[in-house]
């Protein structure tokens, strides 16, 4: 067995490396090892490993390996050495004690390790089905879906988001849908492929996956491989492969939320809706969260008070001729359907009696945020 290692690597590439792991390595852990990362090297390649079990990542650069080997180090002492450290490469090296000598220009540090023996089997690719995905389909779906989550650790099948393919003989569309109970926001894309994953009964994702899912995909949005298969969703792309392990459990049908009848519907410019919702968001807290709405000829006012802060009030000018009708709903839900939206107008919907409202993008059909409201 070989107990030294030591190679030349590129700062910034150790760098990138490094920070895709600290998401995923428990900070207050009873197994020590899992605050750490692997590092192994052979082959002209350093590849960079880091789990906590549910989530697995596996990176894989080009180095210079004058000696292969591999060991595991604290996953945030080292991002704070490579970060600090000024000089294009770095220059590592493990004695047989497991000590590594980590330097850059004139800076030198010496780190413990613990033996890789001690780590997590991160699996490689098992027979799991995978297909091509554009990476900016996964973060538009992400981006429209994964704020209305839920919180609360007691409701496991809610704390993260459901993905379910649809497919047609043109099209293979995939769905993301999230739910806190209160709300439900739910987006879909073509995939533009049309042998995609079958995903018919859906899988779900759990929260700490999509963040991993979400900064993967922000920093590469090219083409990668998706895989679902044997309670994992695995994503490739050139240099990094995540494996998340999926919620076992059934996701509620969130279809029986979405209402059948039509409510007052009225149209408004997103920006404008959306400073209005964010001046009534200065006097809620957690407590007094609550925005009321009221609809009547050419206007919208909204009302916010909170016993603890204060009032505010304010109005915007709309198209609308109908019944008046007010309907209370938390600002913060609002403010969040209405966000993401690219499109320059909202369509917003607001439903009779305890009906929930409908936050619509107008110019795009694939995304919807359903709002239950308060009781006024």
């Known amino acids: 067995m070989v107990t030294n290692m030591e190679f030349n690597v590129k700062r910034e590439i150790f760098l990138t490396g490094i920070q895709k792991t600290l998401g995923i390595v428990e900070k207050k852990t009873t197994m020590p090892i899992l605050s750490n990362l692997l590092l192994r090297a052979a082959d002209d390649r350093l590849t960079i490993i880091a789990t906590d079990r549910e989530i697995g990542l596996v990176a894989d650069y080009e180095a210079e390996i004058i000696q292969g080997g591999e060991i595991t180090l604290s996953a945030r002492k080292l991002h704070e050495m490579v970060r600090e450290v000024q000089g294009e490469k770095i220059h590592v090296v493990k004695n047989e004690r497991d000590m590594v000598m980590i330097t850059c220009n004139k800076a030198v540090y010496r780190i413990p390790g613990i033996p890789a023996d001690d780590y997590p089997v991160v699996a490689g690719q098992e027979e799991i089905p995978q297909c091509r995905i554009k990476g900016g389909i996964l973060k538009e779906l992400i981006r429209k879906t994964a704020f209305a989550m839920s919180t609360d650790e007691t409701r496991k099948t809610l704390n993260g988001v459901f993905l ?62 998706l895989g679902i298969g044997k309670g994992m969703l695995m994503i490739k792309t050139d240099h990094t492969l995540l494996k998340v392990s999926l919620i076992d459990g059934e996701y509620p049908d969130y279809r029986r939320v979405i209402p059948v009848e039509k409510g007052l519907v009225v149209t408004l410019e997103k920006d404008k809706f959306m400073h209005a919702l964010r001046r009534m968001s200065v006097i809620s807290s957690e407590r007094y969260n609550g925005v009321i709405i009221t609809i009547s000829e050419g206007r919208l006012v909204m009302n916010s008070t909170n016993p603890d802060v204060g009032e505010a009030n304010d109005e915007i000018d709309i198209s609308y001729s109908g019944e008046e009708r007010s309907t209370g709903y938390n600002v913060t839900y609002l403010a969040d359907a209405v966000e993401v939206i690219d499109e320059g107008q909202v369509e917003f919907e607001i439903g009779a009696g305890m009906k929930p409202g409908i936050v619509r993008s107008i110019g795009n059909e694939n995304y919807f945020c359903i709002v239950m409201p308060l009781k006024l």
Do not use: W, Y
């Open 164 to 225: 379910e393919t649809e497919k047609s003989a043109e099209t293979s569309m995939i769905r993301m849908a999230a739910t806190d109970g209160h709300r439900l926001a739910l987006m879909k894309i073509d995939t533009g492929e049309k042998d995609f994953l079958g995903l018919e009964k859906g899988v779900i994702v759990p929260r700490k996956g999509i963040g991993e899912i979400r900064r993967l995909v922000d920093e590469e949005i090219g083409d990668m491989s």
